[in-house]
């Protein structure tokens, strides 16, 4: 029997758990941002100040909530195509989701440290390994899919997991040559590489949506 031919209960469970791990790791990100420790009576400008020193923490946490919102998006568009469960998924999908729970760590070492090389380059470092191994497990998630000719979004899934991958490794790069906060602006390479990976494809799914039967 073919390692391709296992039950949907199977890829059900996986499914299931990924979404756990996704929103625990989605909902840390919060935990790691401090709450306000001032005494009773405390001057607003003492709120202030103490506010205005989260915001590293804040911009962390948002920037961080868009990128595992993305990877959770890919893997959710990645699986509601897959039709079979197969066991090459599950060491891959362990090892992405590992990686995702370690974005809260990343996040808080990378607020806390902002503008300094070493965060930053482990921050985009575990950003790139991450949309690696993403990308490996949708191509093996939408492998059938692909091969269907009326499944082409399952080839717009893989070049917008191709473009992430690419945006992520230029931004890591970018992260040594770029200095303090203007390391950040790699992260534009994001849907600049998506967008180019994507544009002229998703305009034919979207001529193909659309079009009227011949009478």
């Not at 990128?67 to 891959?92: D, E, K, N």
């Not at 362990?94 to 990343?106: D, E, F, H, T």
């Amino acid at each position: 029997m073919s390692d391709e031919a296992e039950t949907d209960h199977s890829l059900e469970r996986l499914v299931f758990f990924s979404d756990a791990v996704f929103a625990i790791a989605i909902t840390l990100l919060v935990i790691e941002i401090d709450i306000p420790d001032l005494p009773k009576g405390a001057s607003v400008g003492s709120y202030g100040h103490a506010l205005n020193s989260l915001i590293p923490s804040f911009a962390g946490f948002f920037m961080s909530f868009a990128v595992i919102a993305g990877f959770w998006a890919a893997h959710h568009s990645a699986f509601s195509l897959a039709s079979t469960y197969s066991r090459r998924m599950l060491p891959w999908n362990l090892v992405l989701l590992g990686m995702i729970a370690l974005m809260p760590w990343v996040t808080a070492f990378l607020s806390r440290n902002l503008n300094e090389l070493v965060p930053t380059a482990v921050y985009f470092g575990v950003f790139t390994i991450t949309a690696l191994l993403n990308l490996r497990l949708v191509f093996i998630a939408t492998d059938a899919a692909v091969s269907d000719p009326g499944q082409m979004p399952a080839v717009l899934i893989r070049r917008r997991c191709i473009g992430l991958a690419a945006g992520a490794a230029t931004a890591f790069c970018l992260s040594f040559v770029l200095p303090g906060p203007q390391r950040f602006m790699g992260l534009l390479a994001v849907p600049l590489w998506i967008r180019l990976l994507t544009g002229t494809l998703r305009s034919s799914v979207f001529a193909r949506r659309n079009e009227t039967p011949a009478a």
